[in-house]
């Protein structure tokens, strides 16, 4: 399965396509958006994006009021769940600049949207949809995404796979471009994270959804998370981009700054290179090794004319001499006669043996 995003080819033989979820990291600022989207594609993403939220849209007030307490990564905010989500939304008259720069430095834009007027405002201005973790079994939202005929990226973070196959089954009839992205959403950036990635879980959705590219959505610090994605076959990696982890804000401590994300895209690009074919031959590169480590069978001592050759006067000794006889066809050598003399040490040729 391939598709198009931008000029991207996305594909399992296509190279991995970095997108950096700057997400809410603007800080309400405009020109620092903007700034963010140039420090990605300087750090080597391929795609900047954004969320297109409005908090009355996305989190009820009430709802989270009457909660015992905040939970998980929430519980360290400041403020509301309501208030939060109302500062880190992006305004919708942004949309058109946040394009613009993004095509001026050579980067796709796009954005999650989380309503149905954020879906067909948005989609004009991008060459992809984003569906976040938490919309995974909004099926009406999913398949309203999937009519507009553009490829899907969908989050499956804090979703069984029960969950899974409905909103893949949900899509695929109506927009076979589809990316699923292994998730876990504990946004606490805590070590202990590492223990439910379960990045195995890319090897069962390439089973379970063979028509589909699979994908990493990840929180996690360092690269060890995206090194095992990208060798398990993962295509699309996102991650949250900032330019200062310390900075206030929900997204910040997670996210990754130019510095790591260049060193993650580069370690990919080897890997990449490294994961190279499937078919074992003897590599351009080692074909000298292979004559200087291999062995050939040589004389164990002067042989003259006329001699039947035994085990005891045949050496397996490096190098392996082109045209030489191979240590595998040793059996086939004893028992033959020696047509001319070879010196201790010389390598045995088919051409100097007979019946």
């Known amino acids: 399965m391939e598709m198009k995003i931008g000029n991207h080819t996305i594909g399992p033989d296509s190279p991995t396509y970095f997108i950096a979820d700057i997400s809410a990291n603007h800080d309400g600022d405009l020109d620092r958006a903007k700034m963010l989207i140039r420090m990605a594609k300087e750090a080597g993403a391929d795609a900047a994006k954004f969320q297109n939220f409005r908090a009355p849209k996305i989190v009820s007030d009430y709802g989270f009021k009457h909660m015992n307490s905040q939970v998980s990564h929430q519980a360290k905010w400041k403020k509301s769940v309501f208030e939060v989500y109302s500062d880190a939304s992006l305004p919708f008259d942004w949309t ?128 060890a998370t995206v090194l095992g994605a990208v060798a398990l076959g993962a295509r699309v990696i996102e991650k949250h981009f900032t330019d200062d982890n310390k900075r206030v804000g929900p997204d910040h401590p997670f996210s990754m700054t130019p510095a790591t994300w260049r060193e993650m895209v580069d370690r990919t690009r080897e890997l990449e290179r490294a994961l190279g074919s499937a078919d074992k031959l003897i590599a351009d590169n080692e074909k000298d090794t292979s004559v200087v480590q291999r062995r050939c069978l040589r004389a164990a001592r002067d042989i003259q004319p006329g001699e039947t050759l035994t085990r005891e006067m045949i050496d397996v000794l490096r190098p392996a001499t082109p045209g030489a006889i191979k240590p595998s066809d040793l059996d086939l050598v004893i028992g033959t006669k020696v047509l001319k003399a070879m010196p201790a040490g010389r390598e045995i040729r088919w051409t100097d043996l007979g019946d």
């Open 96 to 223: 058109p600049i946040l394009k613009e720069e993004c095509d001026k430095v050579g980067i796709d834009y796009f954005s999650s949207p989380y309503d149905f007027e954020a879906v067909d405002y948005l989609d004009p201005f991008v060459p992809a949809h984003k569906i976040g973790s938490g919309d995974v079994d909004w099926l009406e939202m999913l398949a309203y995404i999937a009519q507009k005929g553009k490829p899907v990226l969908l989050a499956t973070g804090a979703a069984s796979i029960g969950e899974v196959q409905r909103a893949v089954h949900t899509i695929l009839p109506i927009n076979p471009q589809l990316v699923v992205m292994q998730c876990n959403t504990n946004y606490t950036a805590e070590a202990v994270n590492f223990d439910h990635i379960n990045l195995r879980v890319l090897n069962a959705y390439q089973v379970m959804f063979p028509q589909v590219v699979v994908g990493l959505s990840d929180h996690t610090h360092g690269h």
